[in-house]
């Protein structure tokens, strides 16, 4: 079972007991730690035996483990991903956690606390609210794609007209201020809403439509593309 604990535009957040049966790699960089045990990860030709590990978008891996596990999926690019880079993965594809890192994650996710995601990313120093935007035309554009009920072919150009910028001017000025690129945010929040009306109790086909997917099936691929676990996975955390 997967519970998900927090969906930003940043990250996904979550505690599951799924493993990865066969090697594989997506657009995500990963932040795992087993909550008790340890974990076998096979990365590439290495294998580790570790209680806590940190994954480059794209590297090929496979991991298993003695209990569930806290599991973050970090957007690409984003400021989180940044420090993530900079602080431990430099230009290596993966990077062991001390085991006194380990235990201060395994005590915060006993404790159960709501904000445990943050606490996690800020004992790793990896905590970022330079998303957060000081231009106004950057803000404009935030809040009009948060309160769209979709994100449609259409978002774009709307987003120019209220920004009164050219699609290259506001994707580059939305790159500048927040560190993510405007498509990926798109993606992320087309996602998110999706989430949004399945969990209120639309069938898959007609969240995936509302939401600004062509059908299910696109839903279902940019999910396991974006974040490596199937969207009937991640939906059913929601019933936990």
């Known amino acids: 079972m997967t519970k998900v604990i927090r969906y930003t535009s940043e990250y996904l957040c979550m505690i599951s007991d799924y493993g990865s049966p066969d090697k594989h790699r997506h657009l995500a960089a990963h932040l795992i730690c087993a909550t008790e045990g340890s974990l076998r990860c096979n990365i590439g030709s290495d294998i580790i035996n570790c209680n806590g590990i940190i994954l480059r978008s794209g590297a090929e891996h496979e991991i298993q483990a003695d209990s569930k596990m806290i599991v973050f999926l970090f957007a690409e690019p984003s400021p989180i991903t940044d420090l993530l880079n ?7 594809n993966y990077s062991v956690l001390s085991d006194n890192i380990v235990s ?10 709501d904000d445990l995601d943050i606490q996690i990313l800020k004992l790793l120093g990896i905590y970022s609210e330079a998303n957060i935007s000081a231009d106004e035309r950057v803000l404009t554009a935030i809040a009009e794609i948060d309160a ?59 969240s995936a439509m509302l939401a600004g997917f062509d059908s299910s099936s696109h839903l279902a691929a940019t999910c396991k593309r974006m974040f490596g676990i199937s969207l009937s996975a991640f939906l059913r955390s929601q019933k936990i």
């Open 148 to 206: 769209a009920p979709s994100v449609d072919s259409d978002m774009m150009d709307r987003l120019c007209r209220k920004t009164f910028l050219s699609q290259s001017r506001l994707s580059h000025l939305f790159k500048q201020e927040t560190g993510s690129t405007l498509a990926g945010y798109l993606s992320f929040m087309k996602l998110r809403k999706a989430f949004e009306y399945a969990e209120n109790g639309l069938n898959l086909t007609d």
């Open 104 to 113: 201060e994650i395994q005590i915060i996710c006993r404790n159960e606390c």
């Open 86 to 92: 900079d602080c431990f993965l430099v230009s290596e």
